[in-house]
């Protein structure tokens, strides 16, 4: 992972949650909230929350009397995730770096996580903190991507991307998002910072939408590809997308698309 991969700022949490939310995030938002609530937890720390796609889906499933502290590294998206949930106060809002939270040991009985674990630089780290700060017999709860090619549209984007910049592709996608998928190193990661525990379930969703260019703008302007593109050429945007909705036209079709996403859902107990 580069270090620009964990920069979710700018344009980026209003395009990542217009465009990246619905078409990749929502399933899974679905089931891990219900995977949360179903350990009836009165104290939750969610980190890496983005733009608040589980907060709003697991908040409306706990108890009245909860704790639910929200947390990212970055504080804009934070700020949106905000902007979006009604008011509760329930939820505390809190910018944290989820390699070195700012709580006490023992202060929660869940730690929920989506599709963040693949932008921590150090993972046993972590993980490490998320087991500090559970109580004994708590859960950490998190999910992480696949790999790129049981993804299938972000796989599309990135190998047109490639065609267009064939000497420098922008790999971002594959780099991170995609880059933290063999289970045998999601345990090993868990084991060394102290989790016994571990269970790993494979889960396909669909990723749906009405047309080709809803996934082409979702993923080159939505994500860091963007950046990656500007970089390469500063006016590039706009072609690179159009190039990248004609790639995913050719292959499903002009009209709905809809294709296979897949990801990890991992439960550790501390
Ligand atoms: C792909 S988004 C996932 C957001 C949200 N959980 C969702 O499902 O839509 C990854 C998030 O990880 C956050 N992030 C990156 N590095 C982090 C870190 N070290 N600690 C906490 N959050 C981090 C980013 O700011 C971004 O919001």
Partial sequence: ???????????????????????????????????????????????????????????????????????????????????????????????????????????????????????????????????????????????????IEENILADDVTNALARIYPHDPPRFLARTPHGYHDKALIHRDLEVAGFSDVTIDTRAEQSRASSPRIPAVAYCQGTVLRSEIEARDPGGLEAATDYAAAAIAERHGHGAVAAKIQAHIIVAIA
């Fill in 1 to 147: 992972m580069l270090e620009a991969d964990k920069v979710f700022a700018g344009s980026i949490p209003e395009n990542y949650d217009r465009h990246m939310v619905p078409l990749i995030f929502e399933p899974y938002a679905a089931d891990l909230s219900a995977r949360a609530a179903a350990f009836s937890p009165g104290a939750v720390l969610e980190t890496a929350a983005g733009t608040g796609v589980v907060t709003r889906a697991l908040a409306s499933k706990l108890s009245s009397d909860a704790r639910y502290v929200v947390t990212d590294l970055n504080q804009p998206m934070l700020d949106f995730a905000a902007s979006r949930q009604g008011p509760d106060s329930r939820i505390t809002w809190r910018q944290a770096d989820a390699l070195k939270l700012p709580f006490d040991d023992g202060a929660f009985d869940l730690v929920c996580c989506q599709f963040g674990a693949m932008f921590f630089p150090d993972r046993p780290a972590a993980y490490r903190e998320a087991k500090r700060v559970l109580k004994p017999g708590g859960h950490f709860l998190f999910s992480v991507w696949d790999r």
